[in-house]
């Protein structure tokens, strides 16, 4: 009987200790909770489509990304890695990609070189982008599937960037997606990926909502559901942070930032961006839009394509009053197409003086010595403080008797503007793995065939500058790729094919119990984020 008694004392000590045990366990779960139920991001811009291949905006792709992989990926710091696939040059024109043998499709699928080869295809497919695909695609000359999981792709001659360049092309599901319409992939129907989280609902404007992929290649993501918010107002996202509304925003507001930095229920983190933000100016058509003279009457002839003026125009901007003042530090004065770090980066082209009696001068000498007018147009919710920049800069080109005035809109309504030529004089930030890339789509001769200047709005023409990007590009060593490509960047900036103003620097806040790496390529990546 008093074995019994002591049997049952030392069997309900025990279950009290498990119980104990228990419950300090559901504890720590419980306290875990919030990080692992749902994620929320303000983003800073709108996204325009589902579609991965139709627009090459980062915006789309920072949700995009989040549901599709590429070959290559990027590490934080603009270097190529390994993504859904390994590589190597069989010679000097052929590439040889290895994919993964344990990434599947959201739908269940197997990942094969089918997939590959239809997904490197359908941007030459694509119609009435304003910036498509096609340039990161068309070297491609050929593709060969060893089998399954290898498959081979060939260029007609030397291409070096093919890496970095295929580290934007997203791969679909050619199941799905085979005959899909952007539309399709809005709604989801197309949109199966192999990236770590699924597409449940797009709703453009508003949100993107996502659910974690369980059988992600890359191991599963700390958070079960995801919600993107879009969020182009500054003062919205941070208000929204602050009530606890949202955990992480992107594009920090330069307004906001001391009350964040003093906050101890926040954390920030910075980064220089690869984004250099620059103007865009007409040298093409002999009556450009928004430029007349300062009693609203047509110019004889274009005054941007002379180089005196676009020299004058550069002179008159006060870049380090920019980067200390509008962008309160968030800003390092621009000369090159790349940011320092960035590949081709050039620290012997050093940023334009700000002289407003030499851009004066020079007006003088163009045969403007009354100035004209003009109309700079800006997006106003893309790039940190991107209307607040376009004013600032109008205000210095009418002291130089440029008259400048600004015409701001929403990103969605400014690309598709920018697209059927509407504007003289833009603003515009472009960020990119390497200068001769910039290059070859900010101010290459327009070449659909070639893939070069899809994004030159100005109509820079210079077959010298061609001709570097082309040997840069066509070469395999990296060291001299980069001297080549530093060459391209000097002539576009001794040139001005546009007009440089600054690098960004960009900022994420987060709640304090949180963790991101700062990117230098400025993606906001929800499976990048860490509890603490």
Do not use: C
Request: aromatic residues 8%; hydrophobic residues 40%; without cysteine.
């Amino acid at each position: 009987m008093e074995k019994k008694v002591l049997r049952r004392r030392v069997l309900n000590r025990i279950l009290s200790v498990s119980a104990v045990s228990f419950l300090a366990l559901w504890l720590v779960v419980s306290s875990a909770a919030p990080f692992a139920a749902e994620l929320r991001i303000g983003l800073s811009a709108d996204i325009t489509t589902f579609d991965p291949h139709f627009v090459a905006a980062q915006p789309n792709l920072t949700a995009q990304k989040h549901v599709f992989d590429s070959l290559v990926q990027v590490d934080e710091r603009g270097r190529p890695i390994p993504g859904l696939a390994s590589w190597r040059t069989v010679d000097s024109i052929t590439w040889e990609f290895k994919l993964r043998t344990d990434v599947k499709f959201h739908d269940g699928a197997e990942l094969t070189s089918e997939d590959v080869a239809f997904s490197l295809e359908r941007p030459l497919t694509i119609i009435g982008s304003p910036g498509g695909y096609a340039t990161y695609v068309r070297p491609i000359v050929a593709k060969e599937i060893i089998d399954r999981h290898t498959i081979r792709l060939k260029t007609a001659a030397p291409y070096g960037a093919l890496p970095q360049d295929l580290s934007d092309v997203l791969i679909v599901s050619k199941r799905a997606a085979g005959q899909a319409t952007s539309a399709d992939f809005d709604t989801g129907k197309a949109a199966i990926g192999t990236g770590p989280y699924r597409l449940v609902r797009f709703k453009r404007g508003d949100r993107i909502e996502l659910a974690r992929h369980d059988a992600y290649w890359g191991g599963r993501r700390p958070w079960d559901k995801v919600t993107l918010h879009i969020m182009p107002s500054d003062p919205v996202r941070t208000a929204s942070l602050l009530s606890g509304e949202l955990d992480a925003i992107e594009h920090v507001p330069t307004a906001d930032l001391a009350r964040l930095r003093k906050n101890p229920a926040f954390r920030l983190e910075q980064a220089v961006s690869w984004r250099t933000i620059f103007l865009h100016v007409d040298q093409y058509r002999e009556q450009p839009p928004g430029v007349t003279s300062k009693t609203g009457k047509p110019l004889p002839r274009n005054p941007f394509k002379d180089a005196r003026v676009r020299r004058a125009m550069s002179k008159a901007i006060n870049r380090q009053a920019i980067a200390e003042r509008v962008m309160e530090g968030l800003a390092l004065p621009a000369a090159n197409v790349v940011s320092p770090g960035i590949f081709g980066h050039d620290r012997a082209v050093k940023a334009e003086p700000y002289d407003p009696e030499g851009a004066r001068k020079l007006l003088l000498e163009a045969g403007y010595p009354d100035g004209f007018a003009v109309t700079l147009a800006t997006p106003n919710n893309r790039y940190i403080n991107d209307e607040q920049v376009a004013q600032a800069v109008a205000q210095m080109f009418s002291r130089v008797g440029i008259t400048t005035k600004v015409e701001a809109m929403p990103l969605s309504v400014y690309l598709g503007k920018a697209r059927n030529r509407e504007f003289g004089l833009a603003l515009l930030g472009w960020g990119s793995l390497a200068a001769d890339l910039a290059l070859r789509s900010l101010a290459a001769t327009p070449n659909e065939e070639r893939g070069f200047g899809a994004w030159n709005w100005s109509g820079y023409a210079n077959p010298k500058l061609d001709e570097l990007i082309t040997q840069s590009l066509g070469t395999i060593d990296p060291a001299q790729r980069e001297a080549l490509a530093r060459n391209a960047g000097a002539l576009a900036a001794r040139e001005l094919a546009f007009i440089p103003l600054h690098y960004q620097i960009v900022t994420w806040a987060m709640k304090k119990n949180m963790a991101y790496t700062p990117r230098t390529d400025e993606f906001t990546f929800a499976h990048h984020f860490r509890p603490q």
